[in-house]
């Protein structure tokens, strides 16, 4: 019997790993897991309580529910950054790894993250690893925020979101456990000059040449 299909997609922030493996997981029916939630819900929890998120996260970790991911106030810039610092923590990533590996055994899946190719599936059948510039990803995570396309201060707004997307992806990729890497053997796309139909169009290429 052939092991379920897994897929990993990894990438920067905002480069359209969400985008992309959501989509995928409908054409290809698989689950899907956003695997950065778990942190994001984790990151929320420390705020809540009053905790400072670069302290210990273990116990807020440990206590994610499924009604914790699907709060409607996890993708927000405090959270944003809140993840990243509980995603640091080696104890936080050992109690995520398990939800995320069980969520895919049984059916297979497709999940987006930073460490789906390195740690989670170093054995994934297919690992895409979604890029795009600083400035692309900027814009696209403004767009994805604001409800004002003609704010007189746009410009200044897209280099502050490029400021943080930066600060969040040096803290992601220096870290010493699980960082932002591309596994060697995973497929690069670069999306600049790519809508999202057509990321899709190839990474469903690429997934069928892996699957033949
Ligand atoms: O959507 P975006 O790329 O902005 O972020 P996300 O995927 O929701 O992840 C939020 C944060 O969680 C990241 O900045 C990472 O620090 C952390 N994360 C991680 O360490 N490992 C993962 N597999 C997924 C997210
Ligand atoms: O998950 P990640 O943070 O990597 O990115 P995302 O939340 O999927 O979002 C990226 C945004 O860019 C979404 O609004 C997409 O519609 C848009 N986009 C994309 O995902 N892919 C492209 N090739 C172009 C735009």
Avoid at 28 to 56: E, F, S, V
């Amino acid at each position: 019997m052939t092991a379920p299909l897994i897929i990993a997609v990894d990438g920067p922030a905002a480069a359209g790993k969400g985008t992309l493996a959501q989509r995928l997981a409908r054409a290809l029916d698989l689950p899907y897991l956003d695997t950065g939630l778990l942190y994001r819900a984790t990151g929320r929890r420390m705020l809540d309580a009053g905790l400072d998120p670069a302290t210990t996260a273990d116990d807020q970790a440990r206590r994610v529910t499924l009604d914790d991911l699907s709060r409607t106030d996890l993708r927000v810039p405090e959270v944003d950054r809140a993840a990243s610092l509980v995603a640091s923590q080696p104890s936080v990533r050992r109690i995520l790894v398990d939800i995320q590996r069980a969520f895919a055994t049984r059916h297979g899946a497709v999940l987006d993250g930073r460490d789906i190719g390195t740690v989670i599936f170093p054995d994934a059948r297919v690992k895409l690893f979604v890029t795009a510039s600083l400035a692309a990803r900027a814009r696209r995570r403004w767009e994805q925020m604001t409800a004002d396309p003609d704010a007189p201060d746009r410009e200044a707004q897209i280099a502050r979101v490029a400021h943080e997307l930066e600060a969040r992806d040096a803290a992601d990729s220096s870290r010493a456990v699980a960082p932002l890497r591309a596994a060697p053997d995973a497929i690069h796309i670069e999306t600049d000059d790519l809508s999202a139909d057509e990321v899709l169009a190839e990474a469903l290429r690429i997934v069928a040449r892996m699957t033949r």
